[in-house]
């Protein structure tokens, strides 16, 4: 009589045993039995830890080649179709810090799925960006976020100035120069509007910034760990303003999930927080000034690994002979 081997399915934080699984059945007919205790259909599965001769195991491949114990723990990843559900609003309270090392593993599975690809088409086609300055050709784009990137919007004080970020405005200004400029917060649009007049970014006289992006203009999408979070993917820009795409894009955001659907593209950016005590020695959007020029001569952004910046910029400024950063 043939073998029947246990198999565990680790998936959402829980256990899910599949029993009777034969040495004679196939990939998706594991699949099909992990789609009956999970409600994961099969094309959703990603079985991270399924192997074949060293590679990811195949739908017809056979599970007594495979060489699985019994009680082998299986990893998947994928989202129930009542959990993918589209959404036209950002979840609202958010927390504001999260373990980005758990999403990493998730960014090119969520990035490439077709749901959520739908829901960017979607906002393509419906959501409407008000342009509040003219976009110059031959520029690159840079996004920024709001909340702890550019101002700390916990902490209270007299003045608007008191919260925001150190070298805010000529961090724009010098940013300016190479790249178009947008905001988006995950926040309603009246609230975007009224930050930036308190900051007195709305009307400086040494840059412009092109338009805003409020919660109307991210997705949600849904994560093993964390559920259902709300995004920011650039597709959305890119759709609607075909001089940019990944290639001269990039993205500041304190938290890397919403820069989950364009991972490549996104600069986790220190958060600026405690602004009474922190911000007499943060220095973060002067280096970055230097960065944002540094490549600004770069022809494709997708060669360039965001996550080692302060790398980059130190061995840039290393090859200037004689020339010290603008930061030192």
């Known amino acids: 009589m043939e073998n ?27 699949k099909d039995r992990i789609h009956k205790e999970t409600g994961v259909r099969p094309e959703r599965q990603k079985l991270l830890n399924l192997k074949f001769k060293g590679k990811a195991a195949q739908d017809d491949d056979i599970i007594g080649k495979l060489g699985l114990k019994p009680g082998f723990k299986l990893m998947l990843m994928g989202s129930r179709e009542e959990d993918i559900a589209e959404v036209s609003r950002a979840p609202e309270n958010m927390p504001d810090v999260v373990n980005d090392l758990d999403i990493e593993e998730e960014e090119v599975e969520i990035e490439k799925a077709e749901v959520y690809l739908s829901k960017i088409q979607k906002r393509i086609d419906h959501y409407t960006i008000t342009e509040l300055n003219p976009l110059r050709e031959g520029k690159k784009l840079l996004v920024l976020d709001i909340d702890y990137t550019l101002f700390d919007h916990r902490s209270t004080a007299e003045s608007g100035a008191e919260l925001m970020r150190p070298y805010l405005h000529e961090f724009l200004t010098r940013a300016y120069k190479n790249y178009d400029i947008v905001i988006w917060s995950a926040t309603s649009m009246k609230w975007i509007n009224e930050k930036m007049k308190l900051l007195g970014v709305s009307n400086h006289p040494n840059y412009k910034i092109a338009f805003h992006l409020d919660s109307l203009a991210m997705i949600s999408v849904h994560t093993p760990k964390y559920g259902v979070v709300g995004v920011k993917p650039l597709g959305i820009i890119w759709g609607k303003y075909k001089q940019f795409s990944a290639k001269n894009t990039i993205m500041f955001d304190d938290i890397r999930r919403n820069f989950i659907m364009n991972p490549q593209s996104g600069l986790r950016i220190r958060p600026f927080r405690h602004a009474h005590t922190t911000r007499n020695k943060d220095r973060e959007l002067l280096k970055l000034s230097k960065y944002l020029e540094l490549i600004a001569k770069v022809d494709d952004f997708q060669t360039l690994n965001h996550r080692k910046w302060e790398e980059y910029k130190a061995k840039k400024t290393h090859d200037r002979r004689g020339e010290k950063s603008d930061d030192e």
């Open 4 to 30: 029947a081997i246990k198999i565990i399915v680790k998936w959402s934080g829980k256990e899910y045993e599949i029993l009777d699984i034969l040495e004679s059945d196939t990939v998706l007919t594991m």
